[in-house]
C-alpha cells in the first residue's frame, strides 16, 4: 500500500515509521521546513524509545520518506492519514480544527484515483463528515471515502503499542475502505488484536470515551487517596484490592499529582464541550477534569505541609519534570503548576529530569536546572519525586541522606516503600499512604 501521513508529530511519525516497518511504502508530509530538514537527516525531533532506530532502518531500504510537498504524495497514495494537532481552542475548550480542515482542502486539490482518507487525529464527532463535505465541494469528481481510525498510543511506549495494539478502531461503512484498511493492518495478523467496524461517528467517539474513561480511573484513585490519607489506609493496597477485580483491572489505578499530557487534559475538555452542545452532559467527566486541576495546586501544599509548614528561604530539589516517564513531552505536565506554585510559597526550586530540560527549561522560570539527581538534591530541605522515571528508583539513599540538609523526601509517585525510607531516617511523605 502507498500511504501519505500528513502531519509529522507524535502520532504521524509514530505510525508513519510503523506503516513502512509492517512493508508499506510511506510519505511523510509536513509543512515545517526545519523538522523536515531534520528527519531527512536521521535527526528525530521527540524523544520516543525505539522510534530512531525504527525510521532509520525504513528510510535505508526506501520505504520511508519525508517531504514539504503534499500533492505528489496524495497522489500517489491509497490511503491518506491525517495526523495534524488537534489542541484546545483558546478560551472555550473546544478541539481546533484548523489544521484539519486546512489539511483536508489540500489533499482534495491533490487526489488522483480512489483515496481513502483517514483521520488519526483525535477528532470530535462529526469532523468526518466536515471533511467529506470540504473534498465534495472543492472536487466534486473526486473518488474518496472518509473514514475515522483513532490512535490508542501511549507515549515512551509508543512502537509497542502501536505494533501491539488492544484493538484497531475503524469507522467506516464503506466496503472499499474497509478493503484498503484491511489490507494495511494485515501485518498485525488481523484476529488478534482485533479489527473493529463501526460508523464513522462511533468510532470518533470512541477515543474520546477511552481517553475520558482512563483519565476518570485515575481521577477516582487519585480522589480515594486523598481518602486514604485522612482515614488512616493505604491507597496501593486499595488499587491491588479493587484491581484484581477483571471488571475493574489493575491499570490506571497508580495515585499521583494528577494526569497531564497532551491528550488526557485536552480531551476530556473537548468531550465536556461536545456533550453540553449536544444538549447531553457528562457530569462525571466535568468533574474530573475540575478535580484533576485542584489537584495539581494541592500537591504544592502537599510539599508545604511535609517541610513543616513553610519553604520560605528553602531548596525543594525536584527529580522528574515530564508529565510521564520515557518521554521529553511537557505539554501540560503537572511540573507546570507544582513548582511555579512551590516558587510562590517562597522556595527556591532546582530539578533534574533525564530527558525533558531542554522542553522545560523556557516554560519553568527561575528554576536551576541541574546535571544530575545526586547534584540537584545537594543541599536541598526537600527531595520530591515528580516523574516516576526508572532512574530515580534505585537512588543511593544513604548518599541521598548525606546531601540533604533536611531529610525530606515527597514521593508524589510513591516509588519508595515508605517503612524503607522511613527506616534509613527520611521524613516521608507519599500519595494515599495514611
Ligand atoms: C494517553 C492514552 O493512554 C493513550 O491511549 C492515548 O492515545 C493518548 O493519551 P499518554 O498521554 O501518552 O497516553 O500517557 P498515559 O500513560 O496514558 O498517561 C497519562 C497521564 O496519566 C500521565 O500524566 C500519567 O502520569 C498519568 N497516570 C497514568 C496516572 O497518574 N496514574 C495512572 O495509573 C496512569
Known amino acids: 500500500m502507498h500511504i501519505a501521513m500528513i502531519g509529522s508529530g507524535y502520532v504521524g511519525l509514530v505510525s508513519g515509521a510503523c506503516f ?3 512493508g508499506h511504502d510511506v510519505t511523510c508530509v509536513d509543512k515545517d521546513e526545519t523538522r523536515i530538514a531534520a528527519l531527512e537527516r536521521g535527526e528525530i525531533p521527540i524523544f520516543e524509545p525505539g522510534l530512531e532506530e525504527i525510521v532509520a532502518a525504513n528510510v535505508r ?18 490511503a491518506v492519514f491525517i495526523a495534524v494537532g488537534t489542541p484546545s481552542r483558546r478560551g472555550d475548550g473546544h478541539a481546533d480544527l484548523g489544521y484539519v480542515y ?21 477528532v470530535p ?53 474497509r478493503e484498503v484498511l484491511s489490507e494495511i493492518y494485515r501485518p498485525l495478523n488481523l484476529n488478534q488484536p482485533p479489527l473493529i467496524f463501526m460508523a464513522r461517528r462511533t468510532a470518533e467517539l470512541t477515543k474520546y470515551a477511552a ?19 485522612k482515614a488512616g489506609a493505604d491507597v496501593q493496597d486499595v488499587a491491588r484490592g479493587i484491581g484484581l477485580d477483571n471488571r ?33 452532559p457528562i457530569r462525571i467527566v466535568e468533574t474530573v477534569a475540575a478535580s484533576n486541576e485542584t489537584r495539581k495546586r494541592r500537591m504544592a501544599d502537599k510539599i508545604l505541609e511535609a517541610c513543616s509548614g513553610s519553604v520560605t528561604g528553602k531548596t525543594v530539589a525536584v ?8 518521554t521529553d513531552d511537557m505539554r501540560d505536565a503537572p511540573s507546570l503548576v507544582i513548582l511555579p506554585a512551590l516558587q510562590s510559597l517562597g522556595a527556591s526550586v532546582r530539578a533534574f ?11 519553568l522560570a527561575d528554576v536551576t536546572f541541574c546535571d544530575d539527581a545526586y547534584e540537584c538534591i545537594r543541599g536541598a530541605h526537600a527531595l520530591v519525586i515528580l516523574t516516576e522515571w526508572d532512574a530515580f528508583r534505585a537512588l543511593d539513599l544513604a548518599r541521598i541522606r548525606t546531601l540533604l540538609a533536611e531529610p525530606v523526601i515527597v514521593d508524589l509517585r510513591n516509588i519508595y516503600n515508605p517503612e524503607d525510607v522511613r527506616k534509613r531516617g527520611f521524613a516521608y511523605t507519599g500519595v494515599g499512604r495514611g
Open 20 to 22: 513502512a516497518d509492517f
Open 61 to 78: 531500504q526506501k520505504r520511508l520518506s519525508f517531504t514539504r510537498s503534499l500533492a505528489p504524495a496524495v497522489a500517489a497514495a491509497d
Open 102 to 122: 486546512a489539511a483536508a482542502a489540500e489533499v482534495a486539490d491533490a487526489l488522483d484515483g480512489f483515496t481513502v482518507i483517514v483521520t488519526k487525529s483525535t
Open 125 to 177: 464527532v462529526g469532523t468526518g463528515d466536515e471533511i467529506e463535505r470540504i473534498i465534495r465541494e472543492r472536487r466534486p469528481d473526486a473518488d474518496f471515502a472518509v473514514v475515522s481510525n483513532p490512535e490508542f498510543l501511549r507515549e515512551g511506549a509508543a512502537i509497542a503499542d502501536f505494533k501491539h495494539p488492544d484493538r484497531i478502531v475503524v469507522g467506516t461503512g464503506e466496503t472499499r475502505a
Open 211 to 229: 481517553n475520558a474513561f482512563l483519565a476518570t480511573k485515575i481521577t477516582f484513585i487519585n480522589e480515594i487517596a486523598d481518602l486514604c490519607e
Open 248 to 280: 475493574i483491572g489493575p491499570k490506571f489505578l497508580h495515585a499521583g499529582p494528577g494526569y497531564g499530557g497532551s491528550c488526557f487534559p485536552k480531551d476530556t475538555m473537548a468531550l465536556v464541550k461536545t456533550a453540553q452542545e449536544f444538549g447531553a
Open 319 to 326: 527529580l522528574g519534570l515530564a508529565f510521564k516517564p520515557n
Open 353 to 363: 529530569d533525564p530527558e525533558a530540560m531542554g522542553q522545560a527549561r523556557p516554560l
